[in-house]
């Protein structure tokens, strides 16, 4: 059985040519150059002006270029033709997808070396987000910023959406004059504010890389090649958090290589960002709820730096694909993490992730469980869970811990050189596997990194990440519900992640006394940590502990993170006291949460 899906694998190997999220027909033509000239419009909360693409044509007989767009508005559209005249070329929108967006046609009458499209982009484009001066954090200006991962940076860009193809570009970016224009590229332009800002990325990436931020940004240095853009507000709390920045590039390159983008620096955004951090090249975009004022929830930026090999360098062919860029990430993540902070850290880490994957694994259909997922049809967003995440990381560590580092790192190393600026999917990967690493059946034998690969669940050669910190806490949890005596609980010399392991076992242990004892010591509800506030709510929400609320509430109207508010919006929709309580909050918070959390907010409150 093993044999034939080996077979399998190894014959049905081809060089893919669609992508089930892209419209586009990049097999037969691509852009590898693209240019942007945009203007933001603030009052009309649209971004105008063309992008302009170099043409590779694959085919002799293609003469239509097909991109990927979503509620975007096309002008006009040229071509240039061989001679270097410009002549309008025929274009049409194909059938609206509510996932998927439109497929753009453009009819050529030859293979021009170029195409130009004036276009618009709509106040509800859903990979950008326009926040009011109310909503900003120094409530002056206004701010904008995009999040094109994974297929929104059609919604601001007519383009080929599909991490199976890259390009390089420049940009200019035109803004209201008291605000400035910051992108995942070489910035170095723009010394002044004067709203006309100029970007070059010479690297090639894929469009869900490409990333634009607009507000009353502010910069400062930690070294001289890391810094960060912040509000005014966020800035120096921002510098004093992420301040081993430098020294997790260092770890970073010993391990895997040069870091190969030049600057690396972070961006704050406003409390609405819809994820913890994105990885845009040179600048990752970062969640202000990380800045906990104590660097406990730093892992976030080893994550992110991270990506500048897992993904950024090497990249998932489709969305389906997500574990070779999550996956290796979180792996990455947690060794710098025991470098920076040693391993003990790094071990609690690992240990509440894999909490994190058995709970989703006790929700998930069996399908959904495999490392490579089939999200055809569906918005690839909605489906990501822990399991790309944590099981790729869980199957990396069982490699490494089978062969040991001095044979486990280089290998990684030379597979981010040898695949650097390419696509990458789970059948290639083996394949490399199978010629550089898998070469002793007594060490790893291919059934076992069969079973990883292409079987539900977790592996049976998993081995779980135990820790006596967390044994301990266990233990003062067992004494205190016995004795009721809080003093049992070692508090003093607990971490964040120690009361994050604490808030994971008490849904199915406490009572509402005991909670009250808890949030009168300790004022969880305060909690100014929003992973601790987080863990706390849902405790509280699933044993109806009132007192609770609003802070919830007020936490609910401030942060618009997706990975905290849905879980929470979710808990009060199941417990009928609580909808319509839920729904009145939500009708206020909703106009400050990016688009992709209202549209995942208005699921989980059926409000569609
Ligand atoms: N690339 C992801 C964010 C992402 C994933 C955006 C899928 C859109 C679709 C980013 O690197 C990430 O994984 N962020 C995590 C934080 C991380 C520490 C697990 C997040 O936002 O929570
Ligand atoms: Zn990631």
């Not at 003062?476 to 994050?500: M, V």
Request: hydrophobic share 40%; charged share 20%; proline share 5%.
């Amino acid at each position: 059985m093993r044999v034939v899906m080996l077979l399998l694998v190894l014959c049905c190997a081809k060089v893919q040519a669609s992508d089930p999220h892209s419209f586009s027909n990049f097999a037969l033509v691509s852009h590898p150059e693209l240019t942007l000239d945009l203007t933001a419009d603030f009052d009309k909360q649209q971004l105008h002006g063309f992008v302009e693409l170099k043409l590779d044509w694959h085919h002799p007989d293609t003469r239509q270029l097909v991109l990927d767009s979503r509620d975007l508005s096309i002008e006009k559209v040229l071509g240039q033709s061989a001679e270097g005249r410009w002549l309008k070329l025929t274009h049409s929108l194909g059938e609206k997808s509510p996932t998927h967006g439109q497929a753009l046609r453009i009819e050529f009458p030859a293979q021009f070396a170029k195409v130009r499209i004036y276009y618009h982009t709509s106040p509800q484009a859903s990979g950008l987000q326009w926040l009011s001066k109310e909503q900003s954090s120094e409530k002056q200006q206004p701010f904008m910023y995009s999040q094109s991962q994974s297929i929104h940076a059609r919604s601001w860009i007519p383009l080929q959406d599909t991490p199976a193809v890259r390009l390089t570009y420049q940009a200019r970016i035109r803004t209201p004059k008291e605000l400035l224009a910051v992108m995942g590229a070489d910035n170095s332009a723009n010394s002044d504010k004067d709203g006309d800002y100029f970007f070059r990325m010479p690297q090639a990436i894929p469009a869900y890389l490409i990333a634009l931020a607009i507000g009353d940004l502010e910069f400062k240095a930690m070294s001289d090649r890391t810094g960060v853009y912040a509000e005014k507000a966020w800035l120096d709390k921002a510098v004093a958090e992420f301040s081993d920045t430098e020294q997790m590039m260092q770890v970073a390159t010993a391990l895997y290589g040069d870091y190969p983008w030049g600057r690396y620096d972070l961006l704050i955004l406003p409390a609405s960002f819809p994820f913890g951090g994105m990885e845009n090249p040179r600048l990752s975009f970062i969640t202000p709820t990380v800045i906990a004022g104590d660097k406990s929830l730093v892992s976030l930026i080893a994550h992110e730096l991270a990506h500048s090999w897992s993904g950024n360098l090497v990249t998932n062919d489709s969305w389906h694909e997500l574990w070779l860029n999550e996956g290796f990430t979180n792996y990455v993540e947690n060794r710098i993490m025991e470098q920076v902070f040693g391993p003990e850290r790094a071990l609690l880490e690992r240990q509440l992730s894999v909490q994190d994957l058995e709970n989703d694994l006790l929700q998930l259909d069996a399908k959904d469980t495999l490392l490579i997922t089939d999200y055809t049809g569906r918005d690839p967003d909605e489906a990501f869970t822990q399991v790309p995440y944590i099981k790729g990381m869980l199957f990396l560590q069982f490699l490494e811990q089978r062969f040991g580092r001095a044979v486990f790192d280089p290998f990684l190393k030379n597979y981010f050189q040898t695949f650097a600026f390419q696509s990458m999917n789970t059948e290639k990967f083996l394949r490399y596997m199978r010629k550089t690493l898998l070469n002793d059946p007594d060490i790893v034998s291919m059934g076992e990194v069969l079973e990883w690969l292409y079987q539900p669940g977790l592996a049976s050669t998993f081995v779980a990440p135990a820790s006596d910190a967390f044994k301990q806490v266990d233990q003062q949890l067992a004494l205190w519900q016995k004795t009721g005596n809080l003093t049992e609980l070692q508090t003093n010399s607990w971490s964040i992640h120690h009361w994050l392991h604490f808030m994971g076992q008490l849904a199915a242990t406490v009572d509402i006394a005991q909670l009250k004892q808890l949030d009168e010591a300790f004022h969880l509800s305060q909690s100014q940590n929003a992973e601790v506030a987080t863990a706390w709510f849902k405790v509280a929400l699933a044993k109806n502990y009132q007192p609770a609320l609003p802070a919830l509430e007020q936490f609910l109207m401030q942060v618009g993170r997706r990975k905290f508010v849905v879980p929470l919006y979710q808990q009060l929709s199941q417990q009928p006291e609580h909808l319509e309580r839920a729904k009145a909050l939500y009708q206020k918070a909703r106009p400050g949460y990016h688009p992709l959390t209202q549209s995942a907010v208005d699921k989980v409150l059926k409000l569609n």
